[in-house]
Every structure is written in C-alpha cells, then in structure tokens.
C-alpha cells in the first residue's frame, strides 16, 4: 500500500472518530441548543474524554506504521548498499585479476626473449663453418623425429653440454632455468585465467623445439618437459 493511501485513510478516520461524542452526545442528550456555560463546560470534557483515547490509539498505530516503514526502508538501504559493495568488490576482484595476468604474460615474454637469445647463441668454435648456434642444435631433434639420423654436432654438443665447467654447459644451464621458469608461469596463468589458453599455447609451440632439445640432452624436470609438449 503506498504512503499517499495510508495517509488518506488515516485522515478519514480521524474525520469519523471527530463525529462520534457529536452523534453520541445528541443521541444520549437531545439536540436543542444549550446556552449554558456549564453545559458546553460539561459537553467539552466529554468530547475530550471520548476524543482522547481514540486519538491516541491512532497515534500509536501511526507510530507502529512509520516504525515499520522505517524498518523496510532501512532493509532496502542496506540491501541496496550490500549490492553496491558486492559490485565494487567484483570490480576490484576483476581489476586485480587482470593486473596479475598482464604481470604473467609480460614476464613470460620477458623469458621467451632470454629463451630467443639463448637459441642464437653459437655454440660451434670460433670462426668454424659452418656456424652452429643452440637453434641449430635444436633443429637437430626436429631432423630426427622425422627418422633423419643426428649430425656429429649434434652428438658433440650432447657430450660439452652434460660436461661441468664448459661454456657450453653454462649456457645450457640457462637454457634449463629458463625453460623450467615458463613452464612455472605459464601453469600459473592458467590458473589465474581460462581465457589464456591461447597464449599459453602459442608459447609452447613458439619453443618446443627447445624442449625437444632438453629432452634429449636432460637437466630438466619430466614434468617440465610433459607440459610444455601437451597439447
């Protein structure tokens, strides 16, 4: 029921509650005009005696409506503000969420280009031809997943790779590290987000020439190297 209603209908009761000691008085005590100053003394408290309870009483169901009313206003402003501030929440929650996968993906890139450089790097001696770098290497496992038979490079870098203290073997430590760092952060932004899956695989298949690489000559994590190849 709206306000305005209410308002009405308290208003024509009020106007009704006024007619009754009227109608009352008439009907106990007659109709003819009174020109005594105690009669109408007399006619006076009794219309206050009759008045004043029933004015009261609908006092006090105007008080309990405009509590009542409070109450539901007040439920529907805090309704109101828990949406408000369940809003608010899911923005900042959405914010944070994708700051973080921006952070992710700029350091995987960061670790792709560590990865990219490493892979130019020569590992052939200096001034040899034909120049061999870690890409070359890497070429090397693509040539015999496809039944070709591995070069002598290919079995020499092997042998420097897995020997401590070589140069060759420092630089594929790093290869390592690396390696292992993206398969860390990639897992990690899929975690954060189904809606990377994309990128997550672009950089797999960007580098698993690399990881085939890894997977012959070791020093990286099975799981490392079962995630990365996953399709």
Known sequence: ??????LTITATIAGLILIVPVVGYVLMY?????????????????FGGV??????FLAFLALLYTINLQRTELKQVRSE?????????????????AAKQEDLIRIIRLIDQEI???????????GTQPAITVDHIAHEVYRQSTGQAPTGAFAKFLDVARTP??????????LTTAISELSSY?????????????????????????????????GVDQHVLSYLQAR
Do not use: C
């Not at 008045?51 to 009261?56: F, S």
């Not at 203290?165 to 790093?174: D, F, H, K, P």
């Open 116 to 126: 990219g450089q490493l892979r130019q790097t020569l590992v052939s001696e200096p």
């Open 51 to 56: 008045l004043n309870p029933l004015y009261a």
């Open 81 to 97: 503000f828990r949406r408000s501030a369940d809003a608010a929440q899911q923005q900042i929650d959405h914010l944070k969420l």
């Open 30 to 46: 007659g109709s003819n005009p009174v020109y005594s100053h105690e009669k109408w003394a007399q006619f006076g408290d009794f």
């Open 1 to 6: 029921m709206s306000e305005n209603k209410v």
């Open 165 to 174: 203290g070589t140069v060759v073997e420092a630089l594929y430590t790093q």
């Open 186 to 218: 990639l897992q990690e932004l899929e975690t954060v987000s189904d809606s990377q899956t994309s990128v997550v695989q672009y950089f797999k298949r960007k580098n698993e020439r690399v990881v085939g690489l890894a997977r012959s000559a070791g």
